[in-house]
């Protein structure tokens, strides 16, 4: 699952794509920036929080993803 997110993530022209959780959360990776890899291997996503903004700034934070948790990935 790992291998194919980073395929993804370094995909030109890249393309956005959806991360769904065996819970049911749905993580839209919209850009290349959305989404790093830490250096133990593990999948950030940046997390927009949309209802809220701070001047001309919207607000977000980094979400770690084990890959065990990830259910599919939607193209």
Known sequence: MI???RELAGADPFK???I???SGNK???GSAKDIEFTHYGSLKIWVPDDHKSFG???R???RILNAA???EIVL
Do not use: N, S, Y
């Open 3 to 5: 291998d194919q997110l």
């Open 16 to 18: 956005p794509f959806v």
């Open 20 to 22: 769904v959780t065996f």
């Open 27 to 29: 993580l839209r990776v």
């Open 56 to 58: 001309e700034f919207k």
């Open 60 to 62: 977000g934070h980094w």
């Open 69 to 71: 948790v990830i259910a």
